[in-house]
């Protein structure tokens, strides 16, 4: 099978609680990557994104590591690549806890950069690592002219970046449009929380996607890291005589790891091996639990050289 990963990659400087500061190569690489690691021999990774020139060659050369990563969706750019500082632990016991300072993103990926790709793909990944990966217009553009599985992580679509570079957490008014051109889309605790301008529930937020007048909408999916995973999908449902679908959702526990190292990554790593699993098998359920194993175990590793490890 075929996939494309459509986000932007990025270098991460990574301030760990007790004073160490780790550079690495981030962003969507670490989707790109760990589906790469986790695909058959016979699957072909086909990552989409811009990349500053600065960066270009060194980022290239990390990805003609893996043998079933194809490099003809990339495009070179004068833009600097995107330089992201993540503070850890700084106001919060929870090891997960950071705070993000950012330079400007690379360009946004036009729609043409994705088409002529389209009649290869089989499943479509899209991960908005910056926020602007791509515009809403050119997610409606994909879904209308691609028919295999879509999944789509809104990650940072929720953000805003101050001048000073730092970043917080702010609504969505096009949200419903982001969560309902797709088959199933990810999302964290505080994503979710801040999501809406009328301060919306999980539950209901869930029930708008899923039940709503657009696309049809498989699967929603809230990733709470040590608090685990709420999937919710509609399900027939029995009254007496009468048959109905209503929404229906999972709790997964988190998946104790005592090696810790980083959890840089992990929700990149839970949307690849999520969009892998699923779009091979098509069950909703197993392909969370089968994420969040692998969402888990990344966190004992740390940076993207290490995702190898994730086989």
């Avoid at 990552?47 to 490099?71: A, C, H, Q």
């Avoid at 690379?106 to 499943?123: Q, R």
Wanted: charged share 25%.
């Amino acid at each position: 099978m075929n996939y494309l990963i459509i986000g932007e990659p990025c270098v991460d400087v990574i301030h760990k609680a007790g004073g160490d500061i780790i550079h690495s190569y981030g962003g969507i690489l670490y989707s790109v990557i760990s589906m790469a690691v986790l695909a058959d021999k016979t699957d072909n990774i086909i990552p989409v994104m811009n990349i500053g020139e600065d960066e270009f060659d060194n980022i290239t050369k990390i990805l003609s590591e893996y043998p079933n990563i194809r490099t003809y969706g990339l495009n070179k750019l004068k833009h600097p690549t995107r330089k992201v500082n993540l503070y850890y632990n700084l106001y919060n016991s929870d090891k997960s806890a950071r705070f993000e300072k950012s330079t400007e993103p690379t360009y946004t990926v036009n729609y043409n950069d994705v088409e002529s790709l389209l009649n290869m793909a089989d499943a479509v990944l899209v991960n908005m690592i910056s926020g602007v990966d791509i515009t809403i217009e050119t997610l409606k553009n994909i879904r209308k002219n691609f028919k295999g599985f879509m999944h789509i992580d809104i990650h940072n679509i929720v953000m805003e970046t101050k001048e000073d570079g730092s970043r917080n957490h702010v609504p969505v008014d096009n949200w419903y449009e982001w969560c309902t051109n797709t088959d199933t889309v990810q999302m964290n605790q505080f994503e979710i929380k801040v999501l809406s301008r009328e301060k919306l529930t999980e539950y209901k937020i869930a029930e708008e996607i899923l039940f709503n007048n657009i696309h049809e909408v498989k699967g929603v999916i809230v990733t709470r890291g040590v608090e685990g995973v709420t999937g919710f999908t509609k399900k027939m449902k029995e009254y007496g005589t009468e048959k109905f679908r209503d929404l229906d959702h999972i709790e997964i526990a988190a998946i104790e790891n005592p090696n810790f190292k980083d959890s840089t990554g992990c929700g990149d790593v839970f949307a690849s091996a999520f969009t892998l699993d699923y779009s091979k098998n098509g069950n909703f359920d197993k392909s969370i639990h089968f994420a969040n194993r692998l969402a888990s175990y990344s966190s004992s590793l740390e940076g993207i050289s290490e995702l190898k490890e994730l086989k």
